[in-house]
């Protein structure tokens, strides 16, 4: 069972993934929380294999949040998601500042996904140790 947290400070967008993550065998979500200086505490409580950050949360931003996890509890990997398209936030997020990021994605830029093409979880086979 892969253990997934949601931290994303819009409700209609947290309560989304939550909603579409379970119902997806495999796949528990164990945490959700709409700020990011609650993350940490959330997360070393529920130990997720996952933790899906919006990169611009009240409390603290998921660039910071994604430093923390990484130094507290690297075995969770981290998946930062946003709706912004501020080139001065996705440039921050590359491995040089987070080294558990490797490739930094912006649909934006090639016109916009249909949300549900977001929504397909990664099939437990497929899945890096």
Same mark, same amino acid.
């Given at each position: 069972?892969?253990? *997934? @947290?949601?931290?994303?400070?819009?409700?209609?967008? =947290?309560e989304g993934l939550v909603s579409? #993550? $379970?119902?997806?065998?495999?796949?528990?979500?164990?945490?959700?929380?709409?700020?990011?200086?609650?993350?940490?505490?959330?997360?070393?409580?529920?130990?997720?294999?996952?933790? *899906? @950050?919006?990169v611009a949360m009240p409390g603290?931003? =998921?660039?910071?949040?994604?430093?923390? #996890? $990484?130094?507290?509890?690297?075995?969770?990997?981290?998946?930062?998601?946003?709706?912004?398209?501020?080139?001065?936030?996705?440039?921050?997020?590359?491995p040089m500042i987070c080294p558990? @990021?490797?490739?930094?994605?912006?649909?934006?830029?090639?016109?916009?996904?249909?949300?549900?093409?977001?929504?397909?979880?990664?099939?437990?086979?497929?899945?890096?140790?």
């Amino acid at each position: 069972m892969l253990k *997934v @947290l949601i931290a994303e400070d819009m409700t209609v967008v =947290g309560e989304g993934l939550v909603s579409v #993550l $379970a119902r997806q065998p495999g796949i528990d979500v164990v945490a959700q929380t709409a700020r990011g200086d609650e993350v940490l505490a959330a997360a070393l409580a529920a130990r997720p294999d996952v933790a *899906v @950050l919006d990169v611009a949360m009240p409390g603290q931003d =998921g660039i910071t949040t994604t430093r923390q #996890l $990484a130094e507290r509890l690297p075995s969770c990997r981290t998946l930062i998601l946003t709706v912004l398209d501020r080139p001065a936030t996705s440039l921050r997020s590359p491995p040089m500042i987070c080294p558990g @990021l490797s490739t930094t994605v912006s649909p934006w830029s090639r016109g916009r996904p249909s949300p549900m093409s977001c929504a397909t979880p990664v099939p437990p086979t497929a899945r890096s140790p």
